[in-house]
Protein backbone atom coordinates (compact mmCIF):
# COMPACT_ATOMS: atom_id res chain seq x y z
CA UNK A 1 0.00 0.00 0.00
CA UNK A 2 1.85 3.09 -1.29
CA UNK A 3 -0.33 5.77 -0.43
CA UNK A 4 -0.44 8.75 -2.57
CA UNK A 5 2.26 8.68 -4.79
CA UNK A 6 3.44 11.74 -7.27
CA UNK A 7 6.15 11.84 -10.26
CA UNK A 8 8.43 13.37 -10.59
CA UNK A 9 10.04 14.52 -7.81
CA UNK A 10 12.22 17.38 -9.06
CA UNK A 11 11.41 19.00 -12.07
CA UNK A 12 13.04 22.66 -13.52
CA UNK A 13 11.11 23.75 -16.79
CA UNK A 14 12.29 26.99 -19.21
CA UNK A 15 9.84 29.82 -18.96
CA UNK A 16 6.58 28.62 -21.59
CA UNK A 17 7.59 24.86 -21.36
CA UNK A 18 4.80 22.76 -20.81
CA UNK A 19 4.25 20.00 -18.18
CA UNK A 20 2.66 17.37 -16.21
CA UNK A 21 2.21 16.28 -12.74
CA UNK A 22 0.95 12.77 -11.95
CA UNK A 23 -0.52 11.84 -8.68
CA UNK A 24 -1.60 8.11 -8.06
CA UNK A 25 -3.59 6.86 -4.98
CA UNK A 26 -4.44 3.15 -4.23
CA UNK A 27 -6.64 3.65 -0.96
CA UNK A 28 -9.82 3.69 -3.31
CA UNK A 29 -10.76 7.58 -2.49
CA UNK A 30 -12.89 9.49 -4.21
CA UNK A 31 -11.67 12.43 -4.07
CA UNK A 32 -8.55 14.18 -5.06
CA UNK A 33 -6.23 17.67 -4.91
CA UNK A 34 -4.03 19.11 -6.29
CA UNK A 35 -2.37 22.23 -3.95
CA UNK A 36 0.69 24.82 -4.04
CA UNK A 37 2.86 25.48 -1.18
CA UNK A 38 4.87 28.84 -0.79
CA UNK A 39 6.99 29.99 1.28
CA UNK A 40 4.97 32.00 4.56
CA UNK A 41 1.73 31.00 2.78
CA UNK A 42 0.83 27.50 3.62
CA UNK A 43 -1.17 25.38 1.03
CA UNK A 44 -3.24 26.91 -1.05
CA UNK A 45 -5.63 24.27 -3.11
CA UNK A 46 -5.20 24.71 -6.73
CA UNK A 47 -8.01 22.35 -8.17
CA UNK A 48 -9.71 19.03 -6.68
CA UNK A 49 -11.74 16.47 -8.21
CA UNK A 50 -14.98 15.59 -5.59
CA UNK A 51 -15.27 12.62 -7.48
CA UNK A 52 -14.46 10.24 -10.58
CA UNK A 53 -15.25 12.19 -13.10
CA UNK A 54 -15.50 15.82 -11.47
CA UNK A 55 -13.37 18.81 -11.20
CA UNK A 56 -13.63 21.74 -9.83
CA UNK A 57 -11.42 25.24 -9.07
CA UNK A 58 -9.72 25.77 -6.03
CA UNK A 59 -8.32 28.89 -4.40
CA UNK A 60 -5.66 29.58 -7.13
CA UNK A 61 -6.79 27.86 -10.73
CA UNK A 62 -5.17 30.49 -13.05
CA UNK A 63 -2.04 28.84 -15.54
CA UNK A 64 -3.02 25.10 -14.59
CA UNK A 65 -5.69 22.45 -16.22
CA UNK A 66 -6.26 18.88 -14.84
CA UNK A 67 -7.67 15.86 -15.52
CA UNK A 68 -9.09 12.73 -13.66
CA UNK A 69 -8.27 9.74 -15.69
CA UNK A 70 -9.81 7.38 -13.35
CA UNK A 71 -10.48 6.88 -9.91
CA UNK A 72 -6.64 6.42 -8.85
CA UNK A 73 -5.01 9.31 -11.03
CA UNK A 74 -5.35 13.15 -10.96
CA UNK A 75 -2.54 14.89 -12.84
CA UNK A 76 -1.91 18.31 -12.69
CA UNK A 77 -1.00 20.45 -16.06
CA UNK A 78 1.25 23.72 -16.34
CA UNK A 79 0.56 24.64 -20.56
CA UNK A 80 2.77 27.49 -20.08
CA UNK A 81 5.14 27.37 -17.31
CA UNK A 82 5.92 30.93 -15.79
CA UNK A 83 8.38 31.96 -12.78
CA UNK A 84 5.40 32.41 -10.30
CA UNK A 85 4.83 28.97 -10.91
CA UNK A 86 7.55 27.81 -8.94
CA UNK A 87 6.92 25.95 -6.02
CA UNK A 88 6.26 22.61 -3.99
CA UNK A 89 3.36 20.97 -5.63
CA UNK A 90 1.27 18.08 -3.17
CA UNK A 91 -1.23 15.69 -4.07
CA UNK A 92 -3.68 14.89 -1.49
CA UNK A 93 -6.65 12.41 -1.82
CA UNK A 94 -9.54 11.39 0.42
CA UNK A 95 -13.00 9.06 1.25
CA UNK A 96 -14.94 11.82 1.35
CA UNK A 97 -13.66 15.11 1.83
CA UNK A 98 -11.85 15.98 5.26
CA UNK A 99 -9.19 13.63 5.83
CA UNK A 100 -6.96 14.05 2.98
CA UNK A 101 -3.70 12.06 3.22
CA UNK A 102 -0.71 13.71 1.26
CA UNK A 103 2.00 12.32 -1.36
CA UNK A 104 5.91 13.37 -0.81
CA UNK A 105 5.30 16.39 -3.02
CA UNK A 106 7.04 17.80 -6.37
CA UNK A 107 9.36 20.40 -6.46
CA UNK A 108 9.02 23.04 -9.56
CA UNK A 109 11.47 25.43 -10.62
CA UNK A 110 10.65 27.53 -13.24
CA UNK A 111 13.75 29.54 -14.62
CA UNK B 1 -14.39 35.08 4.40
CA UNK B 2 -12.84 32.32 6.08
CA UNK B 3 -9.59 32.55 7.04
CA UNK B 4 -6.54 30.58 9.37
CA UNK B 5 -3.73 32.17 11.59
CA UNK B 6 -1.22 30.84 13.19
CA UNK B 7 0.47 33.92 15.13
CA UNK B 8 3.73 32.27 15.46
CA UNK B 9 6.07 31.77 12.27
CA UNK B 10 8.46 30.06 14.34
CA UNK B 11 9.09 28.67 17.95
CA UNK B 12 12.39 27.05 19.77
CA UNK B 13 11.53 24.72 22.84
CA UNK B 14 13.72 22.46 24.39
CA UNK B 15 13.57 18.61 24.50
CA UNK B 16 11.62 17.13 27.43
CA UNK B 17 9.90 21.22 27.57
CA UNK B 18 6.18 21.26 26.51
CA UNK B 19 4.99 23.16 23.81
CA UNK B 20 1.81 24.98 22.60
CA UNK B 21 0.81 26.13 18.54
CA UNK B 22 -1.91 28.47 18.41
CA UNK B 23 -4.67 28.36 15.26
CA UNK B 24 -7.28 31.06 15.48
CA UNK B 25 -10.19 30.59 12.57
CA UNK B 26 -12.32 33.11 11.12
CA UNK B 27 -15.43 31.28 9.91
CA UNK B 28 -19.03 31.70 9.91
CA UNK B 29 -20.26 27.72 11.02
CA UNK B 30 -18.99 25.70 13.29
CA UNK B 31 -15.81 24.35 11.31
CA UNK B 32 -14.09 20.94 10.92
CA UNK B 33 -10.21 21.65 12.20
CA UNK B 34 -7.09 19.89 11.79
CA UNK B 35 -3.62 19.78 12.67
CA UNK B 36 -1.01 18.85 10.00
CA UNK B 37 2.66 18.13 10.43
CA UNK B 38 5.67 18.48 7.98
CA UNK B 39 8.87 17.04 8.24
CA UNK B 40 11.82 18.27 5.95
CA UNK B 41 11.29 16.95 2.53
CA UNK B 42 7.96 15.42 3.10
CA UNK B 43 4.35 15.93 2.60
CA UNK B 44 2.16 16.55 5.47
CA UNK B 45 0.81 13.92 7.57
CA UNK B 46 -2.61 14.45 9.57
CA UNK B 47 -1.96 14.74 13.85
CA UNK B 48 -5.69 15.37 14.57
CA UNK B 49 -8.58 16.52 13.64
CA UNK B 50 -12.04 17.56 15.42
CA UNK B 51 -15.52 17.24 13.80
CA UNK B 52 -18.06 17.35 17.00
CA UNK B 53 -17.90 16.40 20.32
CA UNK B 54 -15.39 16.42 22.80
CA UNK B 55 -13.36 19.47 22.31
CA UNK B 56 -10.39 17.88 23.44
CA UNK B 57 -9.05 15.77 20.91
CA UNK B 58 -6.44 13.26 21.23
CA UNK B 59 -3.73 12.80 18.32
CA UNK B 60 -1.11 11.09 17.25
CA UNK B 61 2.71 11.21 18.69
CA UNK B 62 1.18 12.36 21.73
CA UNK B 63 -0.81 15.42 20.62
CA UNK B 64 -3.69 17.05 21.41
CA UNK B 65 -5.63 20.22 21.08
CA UNK B 66 -8.68 21.79 22.45
CA UNK B 67 -11.40 23.73 20.61
CA UNK B 68 -12.65 26.41 22.45
CA UNK B 69 -15.36 27.94 20.44
CA UNK B 70 -15.57 31.70 22.21
CA UNK B 71 -11.80 31.89 21.11
CA UNK B 72 -12.10 30.80 17.53
CA UNK B 73 -9.13 28.81 18.51
CA UNK B 74 -7.67 25.12 18.28
CA UNK B 75 -4.44 25.10 19.95
CA UNK B 76 -2.10 22.04 19.72
CA UNK B 77 -0.66 20.82 22.90
CA UNK B 78 2.12 18.13 23.82
CA UNK B 79 3.33 17.47 27.51
CA UNK B 80 6.95 16.80 26.32
CA UNK B 81 8.67 17.22 22.77
CA UNK B 82 11.09 14.94 21.57
CA UNK B 83 13.80 15.87 18.77
CA UNK B 84 11.55 14.55 16.36
CA UNK B 85 8.97 16.48 16.76
CA UNK B 86 10.90 19.33 14.89
CA UNK B 87 8.93 20.37 11.89
CA UNK B 88 6.38 22.32 10.46
CA UNK B 89 3.16 22.55 11.99
CA UNK B 90 -0.32 23.57 9.90
CA UNK B 91 -3.75 23.96 11.57
CA UNK B 92 -6.28 23.80 8.58
CA UNK B 93 -9.81 24.70 8.65
CA UNK B 94 -13.12 23.64 6.69
CA UNK B 95 -16.97 22.47 6.86
CA UNK B 96 -19.48 24.92 4.63
CA UNK B 97 -21.77 23.07 2.48
CA UNK B 98 -20.31 25.37 0.19
CA UNK B 99 -17.01 24.51 0.58
CA UNK B 100 -17.09 20.45 0.92
CA UNK B 101 -13.76 18.76 0.98
CA UNK B 102 -11.67 22.28 0.39
CA UNK B 103 -9.73 22.55 3.23
CA UNK B 104 -8.00 26.42 4.53
CA UNK B 105 -4.57 26.37 5.84
CA UNK B 106 -2.34 28.63 8.30
CA UNK B 107 0.57 29.63 6.82
CA UNK B 108 2.35 27.08 9.29
CA UNK B 109 4.39 27.35 12.62
CA UNK B 110 8.46 25.85 12.29
CA UNK B 111 9.22 23.99 15.24
CA UNK B 112 12.78 23.65 16.57
CA UNK B 113 14.24 21.16 19.28
CA UNK B 114 17.41 22.11 21.13
CA UNK B 115 18.98 19.70 23.26
Known amino acids: NAGVTQTPKFQVLKTGQSMTLQCAQD?????MYWYRQDPGMGLRLIYYSASEGTTDKGEVPNGYNVSRLNKREFSLRLESAAPSQTSVYFC??????????FGPGTRLTVT | AQSVTQPDIHITVSEGASLELRCNYSYGATPYLFWYVQSPGQGLQLLLKYFSGDTLVQGIKGFEAEFKRSQSSFNLRKPSVHWSDAAEYFCAVGGTTDSWGKLQFGAGTQVVVTP
Open chain 1, 92 to 101: ASSVEGWEQY
Open chain 1, 27 to 31: MNHNS
